[in-house]
């Protein structure tokens, strides 16, 4: 039990006191035990005298009976036990040695003279004390133990006091925790176990009842623990340690008395009653200010009364033997409380109150302080050098002492920590000294109440010109000039001049007034003050900066600037001088570009003047220093989006890094290049589109550009081209007449020639150029127009050789109406005709067959396909315009108009599909036809001179052709005008877009039958 009490009381106190508890836990048992033997044993169970005291077996003798001596053992380690329960309560502030003088009160007299009222003869199984004979039962001493126990610890918390700290004179009770709880609980089971050695020995003897006894022991402790640990997580919300602890042992305490007869439902009820007593108990000792430091009044007077009482509330009167009915037992229980509590308390408090006052039983305020292992026993400890050397430092402001360190110890981690924070604040201090040693600011430390200076760094003296010896002492309205007549002293005065402290104090930023030198000169200063409180004293630093030399390069500054925004003024393009991109400055120009006003540009975001998809390119631009011009789109405040050229340039100013950005309004510039690339696509359209060639180049005849008619005519590729010049293409080139006619280009007037051009195979053809001077930029170029003549050239021979065949022919070759017409006019026949529909068909085959047939079963064979066309042609009412080898051209809506003409070609192509199949079939020759048409305005007219020709022009017959060539051997291919005039009266099959010479990507239709009625009808 009393390493149970030791390990209990050392956890729940501070652990200055530790070895007081060890020393008194161990002590005491010796204490107890020598005057146990010497004489408390005697008293308690010798020969009784009247049942109220013994008077044999003084100094106990070894040689006794085994029982008897073990049975002395057993009563020796009671008597230790309720000796040492005072030691918790007064733990902290009582002397050891008023403490041993305790112990031998209860040892020697108070616990001996009560255990032989109620135990005497307990050994020979009849109860000889007074007490005893009544009928008081207490099996294993919630009375002559527990309650003797604590009523001495009652008598003595009012005569020893409070611990310092623990009862405020305002304000509620303060805990004072305890240093090990770990260790606490430790002591709590070792307590249990005790437990069950002395409520389980009570019985004398080894039989059943023991195990019942030790099993209502338990449940009564587990009792109480709950009832504590539920009633303290709900009034204070956690569970504590202490209360959980005291809770279980107050059960223990309240079953001792009758543990060995009650049920294990009584046992659980007395237990968590037991706990509620101790809680109550413990809140009275609050109330009335005695301070228990472990709670051993609540644990073990209040759990001993209560298992007093106890007895016979819930004991079995059977189990129990005394013959008394519950009442009775209860009067005789009250009786033994009542009397325990006269001879306990009575004797403690007298002779304690008489001690005390010859020689006090607590310690000094300053040993409580330092606590009782030093106090009492002079322990030395590593906590006590640490303080030591912490209150020499606090009275000799000495940073360089170091607390002692002892090694795997946690005082010594402590310590070692401790030494490690004094290094750093040495070590701050050493550099903090130093800085203000050689800072190029002045330093002083001056006091609230009259602005005194205390402390000045060495450049104070060289800033203000005094010397360090007057400065200190002087007021700081003599340093300064803060707007007040400082040479009468007034309250109002120091009022102000506190409130400009206190506001330069609370703004954190300097603030600039005038300083004050030796010589009375004045300059300008910048002022930062900081307030510092130590306990109840205020004081200000303040850093003192000489600004003479800045205001001189401020106004320098203020009057760049001013140039600067002149000049910026002035320009037209807009300036911006931002930092990170935060504007900090504007020119007019700005303003007006982006339609804010200068209040609002300000302090604003740069990146929200372009639009948001070209934010992360302009800040790439500001942090990577990129000086080059760049275009983004700018936004205007009203939404605008506009072209704008930015280029920024770096800007120190005063350490800071600052850009300025010169920014363009390129709107004007965007809509010319716009216009120039309209212009130069359209110009290029015209001339991919073209069939005449276009020749670009300069004035030495270098090729510049040419287009794809150029390229097929000579038979080069387009890059081979622009590595020649005119010389290499042009067979005979006229300079002298371009010499002569040079003015008339000058005045824009193109000039006609007639040329011959050299194919890259070496042979050549006529072409008629028309060249015309083009201006790019500053430099000069000609354009040629390119034609070949060939045919008119053969024309006009043919025409010039067969004038007179050409006369006889003429019906032959020439529709009759034009006939009739070029007979009677003279001038030229040619007409214009919105609608028409043009055919050109092409042989697929036929030339592989002239080179395996005659020339005359060829031209007879011909003859008879081109025969049949033209009977085809006469039939649907449409002209013939020409053949030319194995192809042939019809067109329909000319030379008289008429609305069907697409209709009328369609059937035609398709009646020419069925006899060309129908004629291969024949002669049994694999060949077909390929067709194609288009509809569209063409101009028709008669050309030639003797030999005339009713021939088409426009894009009309040019797509028509190309629809041929780029047709399918045995399809008809129509373009997508001409499909609008055949949907829905001819099946027509999409084949898509098709990539066409000259035209480039066209939608093209394969025409399959006409729609007749129900069904469909098709010549194939």
Same mark, same amino acid.
């Given at each position: 039990?009393?390493?149970?009490?030791?390990?209990?009381?050392?956890?729940?106190?501070?652990?200055?006191?530790?070895?007081?508890v060890?020393?008194?836990n161990?002590t005491?048992?010796?204490?107890?035990?020598?005057?146990?033997?010497?004489?408390?044993?005697?008293?308690?169970f010798?020969?009784?005298?009247?049942?109220?005291i013994g008077?044999?077996g003084?100094?106990l003798k070894?040689?006794?009976?085994?029982?008897?001596?073990?049975?002395?053992?057993?009563q020796?380690?009671f008597?230790?036990?309720?000796?040492?329960?005072?030691?918790?309560?007064?733990?902290?502030?009582?002397?050891?040695g008023s403490? @041993?003088l305790?112990?031998?009160?209860?040892s020697?007299?108070?616990? !001996?003279i009560?255990?032989?009222?109620?135990?005497?003869?307990v050994n020979?199984?009849?109860?000889?004390?007074?007490l005893?004979?009544?009928?008081?039962?207490?099996?294993a001493?919630?009375?002559v133990v527990h309650?003797?126990?604590?009523?001495?610890?009652?008598?003595?918390?009012?005569?020893v006091?409070?611990?310092?700290?623990r009862?405020?004179?305002?304000?509620?009770a303060?805990k004072?925790?305890?240093?090990?709880?770990?260790?606490?609980?430790?002591?709590?089971?070792?307590l249990w @176990?005790?437990?069950?050695?002395?409520?389980?020995?009570?019985?004398?003897?080894?039989?059943?009842?023991?195990?019942?006894?030790?099993?209502?022991?338990?449940?009564?402790?587990?009792?109480?623990?709950?009832?504590?640990?539920?009633?303290?997580?709900?009034?204070?919300?956690i569970?504590?340690?202490d209360?959980l602890?005291?809770?279980?042992?107050?059960?223990?305490?309240a079953?001792?008395?009758?543990?060995?007869?009650?049920?294990?439902?009584?046992?659980v009820?007395i237990?968590?009653?037991?706990?509620?007593?101790?809680?109550?108990?413990?809140?009275?000792?609050?109330r009335f200010?005695?301070?228990?430091?472990?709670?051993?009044?609540?644990?073990?007077?209040?759990?001993?009364?209560?298992?007093?009482?106890?007895?016979?509330?819930?004991?079995?009167p059977?189990?129990?033997?005394t013959?008394?009915?519950?009442?009775?037992?209860?009067?005789v229980?009250?009786?033994?409380?009542?009397?325990?509590?006269?001879?306990?308390?009575?004797?403690?408090?007298?002779?304690?109150?008489?001690?005390?006052?010859f020689?006090?039983?607590?310690?000094?305020?300053?040993d409580?302080y330092?606590?009782?292992?030093?106090s009492e026993?002079?322990?030395?400890?590593?906590i006590?050098?640490?303080?030591?050397v912490?209150?020499?430092?606090?009275?000799?402001?000495?940073?360089?002492?170091r607390?002692?360190?002892?090694p795997? $110890?946690?005082?010594?981690?402590i310590?070692?920590?401790?030494?490690?924070?004094?290094?750093a604040?040495?070590?701050?201090?050493?550099?903090?000294?130093?800085?203000?040693?050689t800072?190029t600011?002045a330093?002083?430390?001056?006091?609230?109440?009259n602005?005194?200076?205390?402390?000045?760094?060495?450049?104070?003296?060289?800033?203000f010109?005094?010397q360090k010896?007057?400065?200190?002492?002087?007021?700081?309205?003599?340093?300064?000039?803060?707007?007040l007549?400082?040479?009468?002293?007034?309250?109002?005065?120091?009022?102000?001049?506190?409130?400009?402290?206190?506001? #330069?104090?609370?703004s954190?930023?300097?603030?600039?007034?005038?300083?004050?030198?030796?010589?009375?000169?004045?300059?300008?200063?910048?002022?930062?003050?900081?307030?510092?409180?130590?306990?109840?004293?205020?004081f200000?630093?303040?850093?003192?900066?000489?600004?003479?030399?800045?205001?001189?390069?401020?106004?320098?500054?203020?009057?760049?600037?001013?140039?600067?925004?002149r000049?910026?003024?002035?320009?037209?393009?807009?300036?911006?001088?931002?930092?990170?991109?935060?504007?900090?400055?504007?020119?007019?120009?700005?303003?007006?570009?982006?339609?804010?006003?200068?209040?609002?540009l #300000?302090?604003?975001?740069g990146l929200?003047?372009?639009v948001?998809?070209?934010?992360?390119?302009?800040?790439?631009?500001?942090?990577t220093?990129y000086?080059?011009?760049?275009e983004?789109?700018?936004l205007?405040?009203?939404?605008?989006?506009?072209?704008?050229?930015i280029?920024g340039?770096?800007?120190?100013?005063?350490?800071?890094?600052?850009?300025?950005?010169?920014?363009r309004?390129?709107?004007?510039?965007?809509q010319?290049?716009?216009?120039?690339?309209?212009?130069? /696509?359209?110009?290029?359209?015209?001339?991919?589109?073209?069939?005449?060639?276009?020749?670009?180049?300069?004035?030495?005849?270098?090729?510049?550009?040419?287009?794809?008619?150029v390229?097929?005519s000579?038979?080069?590729?387009?890059?081979?081209?622009?590595d020649r010049?005119m010389?290499d293409?042009?067979?005979?080139?006229p300079?002298?007449?371009?010499?002569?006619?040079?003015?008339?280009?000058?005045?824009?007037?193109?000039?006609?020639?007639?040329?011959?051009?050299?194919?890259?195979?070496?042979?050549?053809?006529?072409?008629?150029?028309?060249?015309?001077?083009l201006?790019?930029?500053n430099?000069?170029?000609l354009?040629?127009?390119?034609?070949?003549?060939?045919?008119?050239?053969?024309?006009e021979?043919?025409?010039?050789?067969?004038?007179?065949?050409?006369?006889?022919?003429?019906?032959?070759?020439?529709?009759?109406?034009?006939?009739?017409?070029?007979?009677?006019?003279?001038g030229?026949?040619?007409?214009g005709?919105s /609608?028409?529909?043009?055919?050109?068909?092409? #042989?697929?085959?036929?030339?592989?067959?002239?080179?395996?047939?005659?020339?005359?079963?060829?031209?007879h064979?011909?003859?008879?396909?081109?025969?049949t066309f033209?009977?085809?042609?006469?039939?649907?009412?449409?002209?013939?315009?020409?053949?030319?080898?194995?192809?042939?051209?019809?067109?329909?809506?000319?030379?008289? !108009?008429?609305?069907?003409?697409?209709?009328a070609?369609?059937?035609?192509a398709?009646?020419?599909q069925?006899?060309?199949?129908?004629?291969?079939?024949?002669?049994?020759e694999?060949?077909?036809?390929?067709?194609?048409?288009?509809?569209?305005p063409?101009?028709?007219?008669?050309?030639g001179?003797?030999?005339?020709?009713y021939?088409?022009?426009?894009?009309?017959?040019?797509?028509?052709?190309?629809?041929?060539?780029?047709?399918?051997?045995?399809?008809?291919?129509?373009?997508e005008? $001409?499909?609008?005039? @055949?949907?829905g009266?001819?099946?027509?099959?999409?084949r898509?877009?098709?990539?066409v010479k000259?035209?480039g990507?066209?939608?093209?239709?394969?025409?399959k039958?006409e729609?007749?009625g129900?069904?469909?009808?098709?010549?194939?």
């Amino acid at each position: 039990m009393q390493a149970g009490f030791m390990c209990l009381e050392s956890g729940l106190t501070r652990s200055k006191n530790s070895i007081n508890v060890a020393v008194k836990n161990f002590t005491d048992f010796g204490c107890s035990v020598a005057l146990y033997w010497a004489f408390g044993f005697a008293l308690m169970f010798g020969t009784s005298f009247q049942g109220w005291i013994g008077g044999s077996g003084f100094f106990l003798k070894t040689d006794l009976p085994a029982f008897d001596l073990a049975f002395f053992l057993f009563q020796a380690m009671f008597c230790g036990t309720a000796t040492t329960i005072v030691s918790g309560a007064v733990a902290e502030r009582m002397k050891f040695g008023s403490y @041993l003088l305790i112990a031998c009160l209860i040892s020697g007299l108070i616990y !001996p003279i009560f255990g032989h009222w109620a135990w005497n003869g307990v050994n020979h199984g009849a109860l000889m004390g007074w007490l005893g004979k009544l009928g008081f039962v207490d099996f294993a001493g919630s009375t002559v133990v527990h309650s003797l126990g604590g009523w001495v610890s009652l008598a003595s918390l009012p005569i020893v006091g409070a611990r310092a700290g623990r009862f405020p004179k305002f304000g509620k009770a303060e805990k004072i925790h305890g240093s090990n709880l770990p260790i606490s609980v430790l002591g709590a089971l070792i307590l249990w @176990l005790g437990w069950f050695g002395f409520n389980g020995g009570s019985t004398l003897a080894l039989n059943e009842d023991v195990a019942r006894i030790i099993v209502n022991t338990v449940l009564a402790g587990v009792a109480g623990m709950m009832t504590a640990l539920i009633t303290g997580w709900w009034s204070r919300e956690i569970p504590e340690v202490d209360r959980l602890i005291n809770g279980s042992l107050a059960g223990l305490v309240a079953i001792t008395a009758c543990c060995h007869g009650v049920t294990a439902i009584s046992a659980v009820t007395i237990g968590a009653i037991a706990g509620l007593v101790a809680i109550a108990v413990e809140s009275l000792l609050i109330r009335f200010q005695l301070d228990d430091a472990v709670g051993a009044v609540p644990v073990h007077l209040g759990g001993g009364i209560w298992g007093t009482l106890a007895v016979a509330l819930f004991g079995d009167p059977e189990l129990l033997g005394t013959g008394l009915n519950r009442l009775e037992q209860l009067g005789v229980q009250v009786l033994g409380i009542v009397s325990c509590f006269i001879l306990a308390f009575g004797i403690a408090f007298l002779f304690l109150s008489v001690v005390n006052r010859f020689s006090p039983l607590r310690v000094s305020e300053a040993d409580e302080y330092i606590g009782l292992n030093v106090s009492e026993h002079r322990a030395k400890t590593e906590i006590l050098d640490l303080f030591r050397v912490m209150d020499s430092q606090a009275k000799t402001q000495d940073l360089t002492l170091r607390v002692p360190v002892e090694p795997f $110890t946690e005082v010594g981690q402590i310590a070692d920590r401790y030494n490690q924070v004094m290094n750093a604040l040495e070590e701050a201090v050493t550099r903090t000294d130093a800085i203000v040693r050689t800072a190029t600011d002045a330093i002083a430390t001056f006091n609230a109440l009259n602005f005194q200076i205390m402390s000045v760094n060495p450049r104070a003296e060289v800033i203000f010109g005094y010397q360090k010896s007057i400065l200190l002492g002087m007021s700081l309205p003599q340093l300064i000039e803060f707007g007040l007549d400082i040479l009468y002293w007034q309250p109002d005065k120091h009022l102000k001049i506190e409130e400009l402290l206190s506001e #330069i104090v609370a703004s954190g930023h300097p603030h600039e007034l005038v300083g004050i030198r030796a010589d009375g000169s004045k300059f300008p200063l910048e002022v930062s003050i900081t307030e510092a409180k130590f306990r109840d004293t205020a004081f200000y630093t303040g850093t003192f900066r000489d600004i003479t030399h800045r205001k001189q390069a401020q106004k320098a500054l203020e009057e760049s600037e001013e140039r600067f925004r002149r000049l910026s003024g002035a320009t037209l393009e807009a300036i911006i001088v931002h930092e990170q991109g935060k504007i900090i400055d504007v020119n007019q120009t700005c303003v007006k570009m982006f339609g804010y006003s200068l209040s609002d540009l #300000i302090d604003r975001n740069g990146l929200s003047l372009v639009v948001p998809e070209h934010r992360d390119l302009l800040l790439k631009h500001i942090v990577t220093g990129y000086e080059k011009p760049y275009e983004v789109t700018g936004l205007k405040q009203d939404g605008t989006r506009f072209p704008i050229e930015i280029e920024g340039r770096a800007l120190p100013y005063e350490g800071r890094e600052l850009r300025v950005a010169a920014i363009r309004d390129i709107t004007e510039r965007k809509q010319a290049q716009a216009a120039l690339r309209d212009s130069e /696509e359209r110009f290029r359209s015209v001339m991919e589109q073209a069939a005449d060639g276009f020749i670009i180049h300069d004035l030495e005849g270098q090729i510049i550009e040419v287009n794809h008619a150029v390229c097929d005519s000579l038979g080069y590729s387009r890059q081979e081209l622009l590595d020649r010049s005119m010389a290499d293409i042009e067979q005979k080139l006229p300079f002298a007449t371009l010499k002569q006619r040079w003015r008339e280009m000058i005045r824009g007037v193109p000039i006609a020639l007639e040329g011959v051009h050299r194919r890259q195979d070496g042979s050549t053809f006529p072409v008629d150029v028309r060249v015309g001077l083009l201006e790019a930029g500053n430099r000069k170029l000609l354009l040629a127009l390119c034609r070949d003549i060939t045919e008119r050239k053969q024309a006009e021979i043919a025409l010039r050789n067969e004038q007179e065949k050409s006369e006889r022919l003429l019906l032959n070759i020439l529709p009759e109406a034009i006939a009739t017409r070029l007979k009677q006019e003279q001038g030229t026949i040619a007409d214009g005709f919105s /609608e028409a529909t043009v055919l050109f068909a092409d #042989i697929v085959g036929f030339t592989k067959l002239a080179s395996r047939v005659s020339p005359t079963e060829l031209v007879h064979l011909l003859n008879d396909i081109f025969s049949t066309f033209d009977l085809l042609a006469e039939r649907h009412g449409l002209e013939k315009i020409k053949t030319i080898g194995d192809a042939y051209m019809v067109v329909g809506g000319l030379p008289l !108009p008429r609305e069907d003409h697409a209709e009328a070609i369609a059937r035609m192509a398709l009646d020419m599909q069925q006899e060309v199949i129908e004629f291969s079939t024949k002669i049994r020759e694999p060949f077909t036809i390929r067709i194609g048409i288009n509809s569209g305005p063409v101009i028709a007219g008669v050309i030639g001179l003797k030999k005339f020709i009713y021939d088409l022009w426009g894009d009309t017959v040019n797509i028509a052709s190309r629809m041929e060539s780029h047709g399918i051997p045995g399809a008809i291919q129509v373009t997508e005008s $001409t499909y609008l005039r @055949l949907e829905g009266k001819f099946v027509l099959e999409k084949r898509g877009p098709i990539q066409v010479k000259g035209k480039g990507q066209m939608t093209t239709y394969l025409l399959k039958n006409e729609v007749r009625g129900k069904g469909l009808t098709s010549s194939l």
